[in-house]
Structures are given as structure tokens and as C-alpha cells.
């Protein structure tokens, strides 16, 4: 009986001994998922609603100049500019929004035309998506292309230098409905069948009476003037040009295509933009200087490509320091170009390459 009762109080020692145990286990497990779930909560996945990126500098160079015999003035050259891109993802809904901005000044020290713009460039575009299938989305977008300041071609003759743009004039203004396939935040493909565009030339009547001795009011001064360059004008019923509206609309088809993309230090941006209009009136209404006939539709018509090709290269270095490299390229069919005597539409090219201040994010 004694050995019964002995065993008995084991085995109950044991089993409270193992209860504690358990509790305590289970108690120790618990804790330990909680602290995990509280470390969880503070972990960022990089999943965000925003994201801004971008890169942003100051190029600048200077030229001096004592008793150098091979010739050449003093200078200073400079260049500010700005490449950013804000973009918002929540489920099926994406709103990209860019903005490319540059500006650049010399000033060379020579008897005339000391100061000369040397770039300057105002692109904005936002475009609103809903994603109805895996990476394509139904998208509106708008945007517009211009510049900051007065344009001059310079000549050397100071204040006669002629004017050949400003602020809004020109202007291309882009609204347009179409799809989006955006496989990834890096590149994106956009067309649109239903793109509107409106090339627009503002001249105020105070900037066109302030250059009516480059331009005589009388005869149209300088609003008529760019009308002209850029081609915002119709023709009348009579054939004879009309520059009554300052702004050309058209009806046609868009293809857009970007790449927003970064490798550690080095960040390559670019778009490109074709557009080419509905219209087709193609009337002989007479003959140019080289017997070459003339059109009603001036060109704009469809299967004639206007080309916008933007790239930006940035590659950043000792933390404030960047190398740059941008080039735009343009196309637009109705602007005639003078050369040598001859005005034909051609293609537009710039580059500038730059070393400075600068901050990528």
C-alpha cells in the first residue's frame, strides 16, 4: 500500500511538472509571435502609393583669356536644369505625371550680343490610367511643350537680332484618349488613336508693338511672323494664307513611348513622341521658288510624322558632382527652316554635355 501511494504522488509531481512546463513553453512561444509580429509591422516593403524620382543640376563652365594668341573671348556659360517624375499606383488606377525643364545662359565678352540664351526647354505631361488587363491600361493624358524665355537668331547686331520664338509661341499643346501598356515603373508604350494636337503662337499686342522696328505692325509685326514660322495659319477660300487664329488644331493619331530607368549612379531618361494628323487636302494651289508645288494641307497630313525624341543621361559622382548628357531631336512638318536660301522643313537637333552640381532621386 505504501509503494501504491508512493508511485501515486510521482506520477502526480510529474504531470504537475509537466504542466508547468508546457505553460511555460506555450507562454515563451506566444511572446516570442507577438515581438514578431510587432518587427513586421515596422519593415518597409517599398510597396508606396508616391513615388518621386528625378535628377536635378547646374552646369556651368569659364573661359579666360590674357594675350592668347590664337584668339578667342572670355566666357562664362551656364546651365540649369531639372528632370523629375512623380508617380502614383494604388490597385488599378496609375497617375504619371513628368516634368523636363532646362534653361541655359553664356555670356561672352565680345562688343555685341554679350548675353545669349543657350538652351531653354518647358515640357509637362500628366497621363491618368485604369488598368483593365495585366500591365494595359485605358488612359487619358495631356501635356504641353514650350519654352521660358524670348528666342533670338543671333547675328552679332545687337538689339537687331531677329526673334524666332518666346513663351507660347510656339506651344504644342497634346490631349488624347488611348491605351497604355506599362509592363513594369520603367517603360511604357502609349497610342492613341483619338490625339488632339494645338500648336500655339501668343504674341501680345505690347511684344508686337515693342518690335515693330524688326517687324512692322502694319504688316502683321511679330505675331505674323511666327505664325508664319511655325505654321499656325490656314488657308482661305481664296487660297491666300489666314492669320487670324492663333491656334492650329488638328484631329490625328499619337504613339508615345518613355523609359524612366536607374542603375546604382547612373540614371537614363527618354521619350520619344510621334504624331501625325488626320487632314488630307492635297490641292495643288501653286508653286514655291524652286517649282516645287504647294499644298492646301501644308504637309499636315496623314503618314507625315511630327518626331519629339528626348534623352537624358546622368551619371552622379562624389555625392554633388554629376556628368550630363541631353540631346533633343525634332521634326515637325509645315515649320520651314531656312538654309542657304532654301526653307524646307528639317531636322532639329540639340546636345548638351555638361559636368556640375547635381542631385539624383
Not at 492646301?296 to 558632382?321: E, H, I, M, P, T
Request: hydrophobic fraction near 35%.
Amino acid at each position: 500500500m505504501k509503494k501504491f501511494m508512493m508511485m501515486v504522488c510521482m506520477l502526480a509531481a510529474t504531470a504537475m511538472y509537466a504542466q508547468d512546463v508546457d505553460k511555460a513553453k506555450v507562454q515563451s512561444q506566444a511572446n516570442a509571435a507577438k515581438s514578431a509580429q510587432g518587427e513586421l509591422k515596422k519593415v518597409d516593403t517599398g510597396e508606396k502609393l508616391w513615388k518621386f524620382s528625378g535628377v536635378t543640376g547646374l552646369n556651368a563652365a569659364a573661359t579666360g583669356l590674357v594675350n592668347w594668341a590664337a584668339g578667342g573671348n572670355n566666357n562664362v556659360n551656364g546651365v540649369v536644369f531639372g528632370r523629375m517624375r512623380l508617380l502614383y499606383h494604388k490597385g488599378k488606377l496609375a497617375w504619371d505625371s513628368n516634368a523636363d525643364m532646362e534653361y541655359g545662359l553664356s555670356y561672352i565678352d565680345q562688343p555685341k550680343d554679350k548675353s545669349q540664351k543657350s538652351s531653354d526647354k518647358l515640357n509637362l505631361s500628366s497621363k491618368l490610367g485604369y488598368e483593365f488587363s495585366k500591365g494595359w491600361y485605358a488612359t487619358a493624358l495631356a501635356g504641353i511643350s514650350t519654352q521660358f524665355a524670348l528666342g533670338r537668331s543671333y547675328n552679332g547686331l545687337d538689339d537687331k537680332n531677329p526673334v524666332i520664338s518666346k513663351f507660347m509661341a510656339p506651344a504644342y499643346t497634346d490631349l488624347s484618349v488611348g491605351i497604355d501598356w506599362k509592363p513594369n515603373d520603367i517603360f511604357s508604350v502609349y497610342m492613341s488613336p483619338i490625339a488632339g494636337r494645338f500648336t500655339t503662337v501668343l504674341v501680345s499686342e505690347g511684344t508686337n508693338d515693342k518690335y515693330d522696328y524688326l517687324y512692322p505692325v502694319a504688316n502683321g509685326g511679330l505675331e505674323q511672323t511666327l505664325k508664319e514660322k511655325y505654321a499656325v495659319w490656314k488657308y482661305d477660300a481664296n487660297n491666300q494664307k489666314d492669320y487670324s487664329l492663333n491656334t492650329r488644331a488638328e484631329l490625328g493619331f499619337s504613339l508615345k513611348g518613355a523609359i524612366n530607368y536607374t542603375l546604382k549612379d547612373l540614371k537614363v531618361m527618354t521619350t520619344l513622341g510621334l504624331y501625325t494628323p488626320y487632314s488630307w487636302d492635297k490641292k495643288e494651289i501653286g508653286r514655291n521658288g524652286h517649282n516645287r508645288p504647294l499644298y492646301r494641307d501644308n504637309n499636315r497630313r496623314f503618314g507625315n510624322f511630327d518626331v519629339d525624341w528626348d534623352v537624358a543621361l546622368s551619371y552622379q559622382f562624389l555625392k554633388c558632382l554629376q556628368a550630363t548628357l541631353s540631346t533633343s531631336l525634332r521634326y515637325y512638318n509645315g515649320v520651314m527652316i531656312d538654309k542657304a536660301g532654301y526653307s524646307c522643313e528639317r531636322v532639329q537637333f540639340k546636345s548638351v554635355l555638361g559636368v556640375g552640381l547635381g542631385y539624383s532621386f
